[in-house]
């Protein structure tokens, strides 16, 4: 994994997460597409194992800084981490290199994700509001609508755009 391309991937999206995104919202302010899990969803399902937990561990990292609920840090993590895990798991049995499976993965991880982290942070001692409809369904929804779109240029920033790299031809000739 080219990890100086994953960083500023990963900090060039939290950017737009914080500022543009609200230009993109649909009906409320809270609808609005979360790109953190689209490179989460991303990163699990095209990754070897390893570096896929990593990257899904981080990115949940950056969007508990990014998080619009200030003072809660840990839930993005942990679910995007497990739930990013389990992606990177279910790589051989899965295939989302079609379009419409890569929306039904971040919809469902989406889904599952934005539960366990509100779970998580009902859980907390101090009351924090939030939408939990656009959380649940709605952002989740609006993400695996833009997701296909953005795993092009996604993949060719990352040169993972389905050929062999260089990493891996060279691993092999050596064995």
């Not at 597409?33 to 561990?57: G, K, Q, Y």
């Not at 889904?111 to 907390?124: C, D, H, K, M, S």
């Amino acid at each position: 994994m080219r990890w100086v391309r994953f960083a500023v991937l990963v900090i060039l999206a939290s950017v737009l997460q914080t500022g543009l995104m609200g230009a993109m919202a649909v009906l409320r302010p809270a609808i609005k597409p979360d790109l953190m899990l689209i490179l989460m969803v991303f990163f699990a399902t095209r990754c070897r194992s390893t570096d896929a937990v990593i990257a899904s561990f981080t990115i949940g990292f950056v969007a508990d800084l990014i998080s619009p609920v200030l003072g809660l840090m840990g839930p993005r993590i942990i679910s995007f981490g497990l739930f990013g895990t389990l992606l990177s798991d279910l790589q051989g049995i899965i295939a989302t290199r079609r379009p419409i499976y890569q929306a039904i993965a971040i919809l469902l991880t989406g889904l599952l994700t934005g539960g366990v982290t509100l779970l998580l942070t009902f859980l907390r001692a101090d009351a924090v509001t939030t939408n939990v409809s656009a959380q649940l369904f709605w952002q989740p929804l609006y993400s695996a609508i833009l997701g296909p779109l953005l795993a092009m240029p996604i993949a060719w920033w990352m040169h993972m755009n389905g050929k062999a790299s260089r990493y891996r031809v060279k691993r092999s000739r050596r064995r």
